[in-house]
């Protein structure tokens, strides 16, 4: 299994960024996915998360409205699209393979078996 981050980078407040995830080793479509973060100094933080179909979605508070997650079982990758950027929300941003049995803890970051390397987002001016 391996999950590889790509898309990060600097951005002033107010921008955007798309971050992918691409997936292999596995079959990428029978798992559900969630992006978490990670700030300096801080625990790692659920984002969002999305079903194996795509067609359910979560997202924490402090994102809501701003971010999109979205998927492409044919390209195996995962996406993240954040438009409207924080300072707060910089952060190494990981996606995460939700383990067989989640189901729907899916705020529970030990339900999460395969984690990529993560990728770094900074927002600032």
């Known amino acids: 299994v391996q999950l590889v981050e790509s898309g990060g980078g600097m951005v002033q407040p107010g921008g955007s960024l798309r971050l992918s995830c691409a997936a292999s080793?596995?079959?990428?479509?029978?798992?559900?996915m969630s992006w978490v973060r990670q700030a300096p100094g801080k625990g790692p933080e659920w984002v969002s998360h999305i079903n194996t179909g795509g067609g359910t979605t979560d997202y924490a508070d402090s994102v809501k409205g701003r971010f999109a997650i979205s998927r492409d079982n044919a390209k195996n990758t995962l996406y993240l699209q954040m438009n409207s950027l924080k300072p707060e929300d910089t952060a190494l941003y990981y996606c995460a393979r939700g383990s067989i049995t989640m189901d729907s803890d899916y705020h529970n970051l030990r339900e999460y078996d395969y984690w990529g390397q993560g990728t770094q987002v900074t927002v600032s001016s």
């Open positions: 080793g596995f079959t990428f479509s029978s798992y559900d």
